[in-house]
């Protein structure tokens, strides 16, 4: 795909077919989000992948708004150090929404959707994925080749107007 076909056709996708993820695939979407930008380079992320579905069914779990990870052919859990400091957890969650987008649009890219979860329980994501106590579980990102129909470009996304959104020189 082109990038901008790639920027236009990415949806949340939370329905997927059973088909998993060549390797290789799952590896250019992680690399994505390796590359991401972070303010002074920090790099505050660790990825936790997991493609075995009984542990993915039970990823679901984690909060109301997770049910379609069960069913994703991988999920990406992103986690982040649990810094008691109200700016470097700012700093840390820009940083991550640049590595989850860079994620998405590399997925989007290859035909593969990917879709948001929350995560509520962070006792139970700890438990299943086994990341450090001070560290946490910030988002899951659920992979898998879309079960309704192809990614292909949107052309009227349910979004505010531009002309709404952009203000030019001044507000
Ligand atoms: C920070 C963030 C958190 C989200 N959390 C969830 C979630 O827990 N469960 C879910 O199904 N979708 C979640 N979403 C997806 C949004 O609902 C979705 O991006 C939005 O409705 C726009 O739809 P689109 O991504 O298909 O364009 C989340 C998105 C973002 C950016």
């Known amino acids: 795909m082109e990038t901008w076909d790639a920027i236009t056709a990415r949806r949340n996708v939370r329905d997927f077919d059973d088909g998993p993820l060549p390797r290789e695939l799952l590896e250019r979407i992680l690399e994505a989000g390796r590359r991401a930008p972070a303010a002074q380079n920090w790099q505050p992320w660790d990825f936790v992948v997991v493609t075995d579905r009984e542990q993915l069914t039970e990823l679901a779990n984690v909060a109301p708004g997770a049910g379609h990870v069960a069913g994703s052919a991988a999920t990406i859990a992103l986690i982040l150090p649990?810094?008691?400091?109200?700016?470097?957890?700012?700093?840390?969650?820009?940083?991550?929404g640049q590595a989850t987008m860079a994620m998405m649009?590399?997925?989007?890219?290859?035909?593969?959707?990917?879709?948001?979860?929350?995560?509520?329980?962070?006792?139970?994501?700890?438990?299943?994925?086994?990341?450090?106590?001070?560290?946490?579980?910030?988002?899951?990102?659920?992979?898998?080749?879309?079960?309704?129909?192809?990614?292909?470009?949107?052309?009227?996304?349910?979004?505010?107007?531009?002309?709404?959104?952009?203000?030019?020189?001044?507000w």
């Not at 649990?82 to 991550?96: E, I, K, M, N, S």
């Not at 129909?149 to 107007?161: E, F, K, Q, V």
């Open 82 to 96: 649990d810094t008691g400091d109200r700016g470097a957890r700012d700093r840390a969650q820009y940083d991550l």
């Open 105 to 170: 649009i590399a997925a989007a890219d290859l035909g593969i959707g990917s879709g948001h979860a929350g995560v509520g329980d962070q006792e139970l994501a700890r438990r299943l994925l086994g990341f450090p106590e001070d560290s946490y579980a910030a988002r899951f990102i659920d992979l898998g080749y879309p079960a309704d129909r192809p990614l292909r470009p949107i052309r009227d996304p349910n979004r505010r107007s531009f002309d709404e959104v952009v203000h030019w020189r001044r």
